[in-house]
């Protein structure tokens, strides 16, 4: 790992730039010390680098430069043969037998991690020296209990088990997951199951860490994880009157209780505050006034949420924060509540417009503390992966609802996906056939519309237009799964194309894309292997046709549509990522790269039959093309292909990609 990291680092910056004096890793914590030159080297790593890449190809491991640190281990502390009415040690006590065995600094905290599971807490350090210490012996006394240490380890949640659930079968299920064939060492795999609520904590270490990230399948069912529990509280009122204004605004509460719901004289509130929570369930009861008594438990809803909307108290300003931005953790339970709910676009448009800017305080919003925690960026992923399960749902169910009336999606099973790739070969060379352009002229627009509502114009008026989707040459879909903006995740939100591109999603949804190849003798070779659809070729392209898009645009809250947009065609193409620059202008290799990815498009657009095009202004967003160069080479293949095409229309929205270095001035006005 020692000579990966220099080895990255040095073949990302200069010597001149960067100069390391030597690199010790300590693997098992996933720590490691760099030593450089001097200090403007160091604030240039930290400030201006902050992290890269472990690998240029694989994203997935990244190393961050900062100069002080803080390291999240998990304290287990045995429960063989202990009673049921123990009192646990204190977090104080925690951290005072922590500096007696491993010596050194005072830990920045420790935290029981939940009331349902005292004898677990989570302890956060900075001293590397210590953390040495602990390598050496993970496993202390205190108060004549075992204590084991579980160095950097994830802590995740299961909710609302059977009743018939184990550890042990937990274990094997999640062993399963992240392929080990034998069951993961209690050393490196804590579970806890809690017989009362049918909660599970999970202390994950090494490689048994992977287990959030994957399928995990429990008695042939699949599983959700999750990064904390629901804190709500289940009320017992012994009259049949009282107020519960009086009651929320009790100093018990300390204004961090929102009522969810009645249930007859018992009422069900959601707790926004762990130590208001924990002092809850502590005390039991709370008496209000002389003839208002209310007794108090924990709460573990499993209603059927198919009537409800996903909203602020379903999921948006509590459930959704207790999940990642990332789609897979949901799409192999087609039973969680997240796929029931019905869609509303206006509370999801309100919630999209609340998110705070970066200037503004969090704290303002009325939300949990959990949102509140959250950056901007955060909430726009999350907020986005909700639609996107939303659309997962509706491509299940192959309906939806817009005022009580339903309408059927007729999505395509004959829909066709073609993957191009360099040594694709549309027709066999000969002389060329046409005496004449199928057309007098090309006209050309530019249209600051949203590039759906373009494409549907055209189909009302009976032309055959193909779409651009301007694709990531390594994702399907792009950063869809994950909650990102572009172009690209835009389509996936508001249709069925990953039933086309995304390979990794056909277990999961019926009837996905039939699959073939072009190959060098012009044929369709279904027996292509799909998994090396991506990465694409450099001047690769797929070719779809058969999409239904069933969804307005974003600034309409994703409100579905009252009539599906059958059969639409699209080209995937992707641009290339942060292209050398000469001035303003693409360094010549890039340049020549782009224009013949421009004319393979226009190429496999004729060889389609289609006489529009729908464009935009690729890969001068988050890809960082300047517009102004990009546009030129667009006019040029567009002169070559004069009449060839009825129209070609580039729909351009300037969005939070524009504004940059390389597009000051935006992407609609340099086309």
């Not at 992240?178 to 993961?184: A, N």
């Not at 903006?485 to 019926?510: H, K, V």
């Amino acid at each position: 790992m020692t000579c990966s990291i220099r080895k990255r680092i040095e073949e990302q910056f200069p010597a001149t730039l960067i100069d390391i004096s030597y690199v010790e890793c300590f693997s098992k914590l996933g720590i490691g010390l760099i030593h450089v030159k001097n200090n403007e080297m160091k604030n240039y790593l930290v400030n201006k680098v902050g992290k890269i890449s472990l690998s240029p190809q694989d994203a997935s491991a990244m190393i961050s430069f900062t100069t002080t640190f803080e390291y999240v281990s998990y304290i287990v502390l045995d429960t063989t043969n202990v009673k049921d009415d123990i009192e646990w040690p204190t977090s104080e006590e925690i951290i005072k037998r922590w500096i007696e065995v491993y010596s050194g600094e005072k830990p920045r905290s420790c935290d029981q991690v939940d009331i349902q599971f005292p004898n677990i807490y989570r302890i956060v350090t900075s001293s590397l020296e210590q953390l040495q210490h602990v390598m050496d012996n993970e496993d202390f006394g205190v108060q004549q209990l075992c204590a084991r240490v579980y160095l950097g380890a994830d802590c995740g949640h299961i909710e609302n088990l059977s009743r018939s659930a184990t550890e042990d079968e937990l274990r094997t299920a999640i062993s399963n997951a992240v392929g080990e064939k034998d069951d993961i060492s209690k050393l490196s795999l804590y579970i806890q199951l809690n017989k009362q609520t049918h909660n599970v904590c999970v202390i994950a270490t090494n490689k048994a860490r992977k287990w959030s990230t994957k399928i995990i399948y429990y008695k042939g069912n699949p599983i959700s994880a999750a990064e904390s529990l629901t804190r709500s509280l289940l009320v017992h009122s012994n009259s049949e009157i009282f107020n519960i204004n009086d009651i929320i605004s009790h100093d018990m509460f300390a204004g961090k209780v929102k009522l969810t719901k009645y249930r007859g004289n018992d009422f069900i509130l959601e707790v926004l505050d762990k130590e208001v929570y924990d002092k809850c369930l502590k005390r039991k009861a709370l008496r209000i006034d002389e003839k208002l008594l209310l007794s108090m438990e924990i709460y573990t809803p499993y209603s059927d949420p198919s009537d409800s909307e996903i909203d602020a108290d379903t999921w948006y300003k509590r459930e959704m924060f207790r999940y990642k931005a990332d789609i897979m953790q949901f799409v192999s339970n087609p039973e969680h509540k997240i796929f029931r709910f019905k869609w509303n676009p206006q509370i999801w448009l309100e919630q999209f417009k609340r998110v705070v800017h970066t200037n503004q305080n969090p704290k303002s919003m009325d939300g949990s503390l959990e949102q509140q925690k959250a950056s901007p960026d955060e909430m726009r992923h999350r907020l986005r992966v909700t639609i996107m399960l939303n659309t997962i749902a509706t491509i299940r169910k192959k309906s939806y609802v817009i005022d009580n009336r339903e309408i059927k999606l007729n999505l395509d099973p004959n829909m066709k996906t073609i993957i191009y790739n360099n040594q694709s070969k549309l027709k066999e060379g000969g002389p060329m056939p046409l005496k004449k352009t199928p057309f007098a002229k090309t006209k050309v627009e530019v249209v600051n519309e949203d590039c759906l509502i373009v494409y549907k114009n055209f189909i009302d008026i009976g032309k055959k237009p193909l779409l651009l989707n301007m694709a990531s040459a390594t994702s399907p879909g792009g950063g869809y799964r994950k909650g990102d903006g572009a172009q690209e995740e835009n389509l996936f939100r508001r249709s069925d194309y990953l039933r086309s591109l995304d390979i990794g999603l056909d277990e999961f949804i019926e009837d996905s894309s039939d699959r073939s190849h072009c190959s060098s003798t012009c044929d369709l070779d279904s027996y292509f292997d799909s998994r090396r659809m991506y990465p694409m070729d450099e001047y690769g392209a797929i070719y779809t046709s058969g999409l239904t898009f069933f969804r307005q645009p974003e600034k309409t809250g994703y409100a579905f549509m009252e009539e599906p947009l059958n059969n639409v065609c699209s080209l995937a193409i992707a641009a290339y990522r942060d292209p050398k620059l000469d001035g303003n202008m693409l360094a010549p290799k890039y340049a020549v790269g782009l224009r013949k990815k421009i004319e393979n498009m226009f190429s496999i657009a004729y060889h389609h039959e289609h006489d529009y095009l729908i464009l935009s202004a690729l890969g001068c967003g988050a890809f960082r093309n300047p517009p102004d160069h990009v546009a030129k080479i667009f006019r040029s293949v567009i002169e070559q292909y004069a009449g060839f095409f009825d129209s070609i229309i580039f729909a351009i929205i300037d969005d939070h990609n524009t504004g940059q270095v390389w597009n000051q001035e935006g992407n609609f006005k340099p086309f």
